[in-house]
């Protein structure tokens, strides 16, 4: 696995990220990490590092610059602009089109909290490059559009504690128009820190991208 820090340059932005690519990806997943989080949250690259077991690339990128993050009143407003953090997505999955090493692989995206409205808007705006999306105690329910220009699957995985997030995902998925699916994770909160929790997170996801991500 090659992995390399790279400079993903987006409309407004040159955002730090990490990316993880074998010689023989079968595609890559773009991580939207939530509110308060990073490229270097550990939950998320405990999902990353599984995804390559499977053959799969990884791009972990920070939403907002260095400087925005080092801000902490500016971070706060910033990380809960979901229509910002959409458009900075959607820099990445063009920047993963035109990159050398990645252009052509079909693309997943991961988003955790409101990360994961990020990608619902992301992919509902880029239908022909994102094929799948996985939500972690996503909060789907603030996409910038709705949920009904999604047009790719999507699995949604909400810990049996969180009541609030179950709530929204079953909501959201009688909005859908596309294949979907709600994994709720018994005796799992938010973060996922129970003992096994993370680990049922990351069996479904490679499950979720190894069935709707191309080749």
Same mark, same amino acid.
Request: glycine fraction near 12%.
């Given at each position: ?65 260095? @400087?925005?993050?080092?801000?902490? @009143? ?22 993963? +089109? ?19 409205? +990020? ?38 995985? +909400?810990?049996?504690?969180? @009541? ?34 993370? @680990? ?16």
């Amino acid at each position: 696995m090659d992995v390399r820090d790279v400079t993903v340059k987006t409309g407004d932005a040159e955002l730090p990220g990490d990316l993880a690519l074998a010689p023989e990806a079968a595609g890559v997943v773009l991580f939207a990490h939530g509110s308060g989080s990073s490229r270097h949250s550990p939950r998320n690259r405990t999902v990353a590092e599984a995804l390559h077991r499977s053959g799969f690339g990884t791009l972990l990128i920070d939403l907002l610059t260095d @400087e925005e993050g080092r801000r902490d @009143e500016v971070a706060r407003d910033l990380r809960f602009d979901i229509s910002l953090l959409t458009r900075r997505l959607i820099g990445a999955i063009d920047w993963l +089109a035109t990159s050398e090493r990645t252009a052509g692989l079909p693309v997943g995206l991961f988003g955790a909290s409101t990360g994961a409205a +990020a990608a619902v808007g992301a992919a509902s705006e880029r239908p022909d490059q994102v094929y799948a999306i996985v939500s972690r105690g996503g909060r789907v329910d603030l996409a910038p559009d709705g949920l009904g220009a999604l047009s790719c699957p999507i699995l949604m995985i +909400a810990g049996g504690l969180d @009541e609030p997030i179950v709530r929204i995902s079953f909501e959201a998925q009688r909005e859908l128009h596309v294949a979907s699916d709600v994994h709720v994770i018994p005796e799992a909160t938010h973060l996922f820190e129970e003992p096994g929790a993370m @680990e049922q997170v990351t069996g479904a996801a490679m499950g979720w991208f190894r069935d709707h991500l191309p080749g």
